[in-house]
């Protein structure tokens, strides 16, 4: 068993070592080897050299975006995934029901139950809860930038959506194909999800989307400037409300295509990156072996 562990993730336990890590594997009688990830070095590339090594179960120490990218890099191995969630909002490790404290999540993959997990892919680039388009990547950007000066409180995020959305020029205007239907809209903001227990944090409709073995798609409506950040701010905030804030598209697939320019800033469980469309967002045919509690039980989540 090898840990990769990225220190920089969130602010849980007054910021956890891998000194730290390896008295709560002791406890459970393991001793695995833990690498703490460099952010000079890509992560793909750590994880890819520790999966050769011919570790059963790799255990991704981190956020959201630690896990995603972890998960990326071992999605056609056999390695099993375990979870030390170590962000700010852990989605994807709450929605399996992984213990937030350390101690707790630890015992979870030291009892080695697993179960096959879907993921969902963004041009092959792995997405677990979530991948974006339009205002919400540029928030993020500016949130990290806010984070750095002010740092991390719920003041500094609103004030780093609110400076994006007074600035955004103009929608996207995108054609999204699914289904063997076109249509094309102008929006400021494009949600993809693939967390049906995301969506019900957030106050919003669409799990059973992601309960019937789809993926979700949520548009936020063209309206005005004001209307924009009024939708904008009601989904970021969990007030949003179905026709008046956003639409929601259930599907197997989706294709987006950008109508001025290919390149866009699209953001995957909150890591953002630019990438050339078209976009192609779908299920991946390959679940991944996840370790979770015994009492969860489901494929989706």
Same mark, same amino acid.
Not at 10 to 16: I, L, M, N, S, V
Not at 66 to 95: H, M, Q, W
Not at 186 to 192: D, S, Y
Not at 225 to 245: E, F, N, Y
């Given at each position: 068993?090898?840990?990769?562990?990225?220190?920089?993730?969130?602010?849980?336990? &007054? #910021?956890?070592?891998? %000194? #730290?890590?390896? @008295?709560?594997?002791?406890?459970?009688?393991?001793?695995? $080897?833990?690498?703490?990830?460099?952010? #000079?070095?890509?992560?793909?590339?750590?994880?890819?050299?520790?999966?050769?090594?011919? +570790?059963? *179960?790799?255990?991704?120490?981190?956020?959201?975006? @630690?896990?995603?990218?972890? @998960?990326?890099? =071992?999605?056609? *191995?056999?390695?099993?995934?375990?979870?030390?969630?170590?962000?700010?909002?852990? +989605?994807? &490790?709450?929605?399996?029901?992984?213990?937030?404290?350390?101690?707790?999540?630890? %015992?979870?993959?030291?009892?080695? !139950?697993?179960?096959?997990?879907?993921?969902?892919?963004?041009?092959?680039?792995?997405?677990?809860?979530?991948?974006?388009?339009?205002?919400?990547?540029?928030? =993020?950007?500016?949130?990290?930038?806010?984070? #750095?000066?002010?740092?991390?409180?719920?003041?500094? &995020?609103?004030?780093?959506?609110?400076?994006?959305?007074?600035?955004?020029?103009?929608?996207?205007?995108?054609?999204?194909?699914?289904?063997?239907?076109?249509?094309? =809209?102008?929006?400021? =903001?494009?949600?993809?999800?693939?967390? &049906?227990?995301?969506?019900?944090?957030?106050?919003? %409709?669409?799990?059973?989307?992601?309960?019937?073995?789809?993926?979700?798609?949520?548009?936020?409506? $063209?309206?005005?400037?004001?209307?924009?950040?009024?939708?904008?701010?009601?989904?970021? @905030?969990?007030?949003?409300?179905?026709?008046?804030?956003?639409?929601?598209?259930?599907?197997?697939?989706?294709?987006?295509?950008?109508?001025?320019?290919?390149?866009?800033?699209?953001?995957?469980?909150?890591?953002?990156?630019?990438?050339?469309?078209?976009?192609?967002?779908?299920?991946?045919? *390959?679940?991944? %072996?996840?370790?979770?509690? !015994?009492?969860?039980?489901?494929?989706?989540?």
């Amino acid at each position: 068993m090898c840990v990769l562990h990225n220190p920089r993730s969130g602010k849980q336990e &007054a #910021d956890a070592t891998s %000194e #730290d890590l390896s @008295t709560a594997f002791a406890r459970h009688g393991l001793s695995p $080897d833990i690498v703490e990830l460099n952010p #000079d070095v890509s992560l793909t590339e750590t994880v890819r050299k520790v999966a050769d090594k011919g +570790y059963g *179960t790799i255990v991704a120490a981190g956020g959201d975006g @630690t896990i995603c990218g972890v @998960t990326e890099a =071992l999605k056609d *191995t056999k390695c099993r995934l375990g979870i030390l969630p170590r962000g700010t909002f852990n +989605y994807f &490790a709450r929605s399996l029901d992984i213990p937030q404290e350390l101690d707790g999540a630890v %015992e979870v993959i030291a009892k080695g !139950h697993a179960r096959p997990l879907r993921i969902a892919t963004l041009n092959d680039r792995v997405f677990l809860n979530n991948a974006n388009f339009g205002l919400y990547p540029h928030i =993020l950007r500016s949130r990290e930038e806010i984070y #750095d000066y002010w740092g991390r409180s719920r003041a500094a &995020a609103y004030w780093s959506a609110l400076k994006v959305l007074f600035r955004w020029p103009r929608p996207l205007k995108i054609e999204i194909s699914n289904d063997g239907q076109s249509t094309v =809209l102008r929006t400021p =903001l494009i949600f993809v999800f693939n967390n &049906a227990f995301q969506l019900r944090e957030m106050g919003m %409709e669409g799990a059973n989307c992601i309960e019937d073995g789809k993926l979700a798609l949520m548009i936020a409506p $063209d309206c005005g400037r004001l209307g924009m950040i009024r939708s904008s701010l009601a989904v970021l @905030t969990g007030q949003a409300s179905r026709k008046r804030d956003f639409d929601i598209i259930c599907s197997d697939s989706f294709e987006l295509r950008a109508r001025r320019g290919k390149r866009l800033l699209v953001a995957r469980d909150g890591e953002r990156t630019h990438m050339d469309g078209p976009f192609r967002l779908q299920l991946a045919d *390959t679940p991944l %072996e996840v370790l979770v509690p !015994h009492k969860f039980t489901e494929t989706v989540r």
